[in-house]
């Protein structure tokens, strides 16, 4: 039965990151389509038999990014006389009328060398944008995007261009493919895992806004201290955990407390009231999830929760599925509702995942007030 909420569309345009390669073909068997074409580099365009497969979350984790097509042209552009012209006729034709927030167009082959198709992309974006009615929101701004309202993308490359006008929360993301790239600086990052927690506050933003500047957080499995920098840059309080030392450039950071020594022997301070707990531990995801739990106590109500969930051995798609099942049921136990997943462009063998506090006071007793917290 199909879900009514689900746009009606012959075909998906669906994203699913390289590194599941290997369940490609259980995950394309569950979704069981009449045909299915390879696009680009990661993309798959199919029929699923039941769209609402999509958004269930066995198969919704592994699926980057989604995108009803509504329109396609299956052509070479680089070969066709007039492509932008035609393919910005056929645009304002077809969508115009039903008002986009935006228009983004974005790449099959996003970290091809060629840059033919870029710049492709950008005339095409600019022609159509002189036919269509204004736009809410700039092209530059994907952020700026209303979650819930429909944006018209396209995605484009060799095998042509794409397009269909969703929700980026119903796309799972804000630009086309996923979240923004994040560039990183060798020579300033102190380690990429900055990067992953800076695309999972974007991500974060298809959900409910960010903690506010000067919010306390609560970081597990903190070093070297990529994550620590990214957030005591956006103006946050910090308290990091973690057995090995942080990096001597956050050494002499105002906001951030350091406690050197094993997550699973941390006293949060008697006053504590955290309003956002970050975890990116290695090692066993139930042992991690537990380490979350005990500390979530001084969490506020609503509080959030940023977990790096890590696959460790499990490699298949029910080894996932009961990972998953087994980290969101402890999380539940304690009070943890997970409203959102999903796999960064960051994230190697692991998912992230975000919970929020269900609790709606601070009364419950605490057994971890002693005071052994260590500032640096
Ligand atoms: C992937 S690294 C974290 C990278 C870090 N988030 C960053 O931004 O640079 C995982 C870290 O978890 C720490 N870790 C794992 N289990 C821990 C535990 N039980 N208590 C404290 N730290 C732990 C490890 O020492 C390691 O530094």
Known sequence: MKSPSLPAAPSWLIRIPEIFAGIVPEIIRRLDPPSCTKLGHEYWLLRPADPA?????????????????????????????????????????????????????????????????????????????????????????????????????????????????????HCNGFHPGGTRYISQNPAETISRAGAKLAEALHYLRL??????THAHWLELGASPGGMTSELLARGYRVTA?????????????????????????????????????????N???????????????PLRPGGLVIFTLKTGGATTLPEIQRLFATVTALAATGGLRLFAQTHLTYNRHEFT?????????????????SSSSQPR
Not at 283 to 297: C, F, H, P, S
Not at 353 to 369: G, K, N, V
Request: glycine share 6%.
């Open 353 to 369: 995942l975000f919970f929020e506090s269900a609790a709606t006071s601070h009364s419950s007793p605490r057994s971890d007030t």
């Open 207 to 212: 959900h409910r806004p960010p903690p506010p």
């Open 53 to 169: 497969a999509l958004r269930r979350a066995e198969l919704a984790r592994f699926v980057r990014w989604n995108l009803p097509v509504q329109h396609s042209w299956p052509c070479g552009p680089r070969t066709m006389d007039g492509f932008v012209e035609k393919a910005a006729q056929a645009l304002v034709r077809k969508f115009a009328v039903r008002q986009p927030q935006t228009l983004l167009i974005g790449l099959l082959h996003p970290g091809s060398r060629d840059s033919y198709y870029k710049q492709l992309a950008s005339n095409l974006r600019g022609r159509t944008l002189q036919l269509f009615p204004p736009t809410a929101v700039a092209p530059h701004a994907a952020e700026a995007q209303d979650p819930n309202a429909p944006t018209l993308f396209c995605l484009l490359g060799k095998e042509g261009l794409f397009c269909g006008m969703q929700s980026p929360r």
């Open 283 to 297: 090692g066993a995801a139930r042992d991690a999830i537990a380490a979350v739990l005990r500390l979530a106590t």
């Open 241 to 281: 955990v973690d057995r090995v030392l942080l990096h001597p450039r956050l050494a002499h950071s105002p906001d951030l407390r350091f406690f050197c020594g094993d997550a699973a022997t941390f006293r949060a301070e008697p006053d504590a009231c955290y309003e956002a707990i970050l975890s990116d531990m």
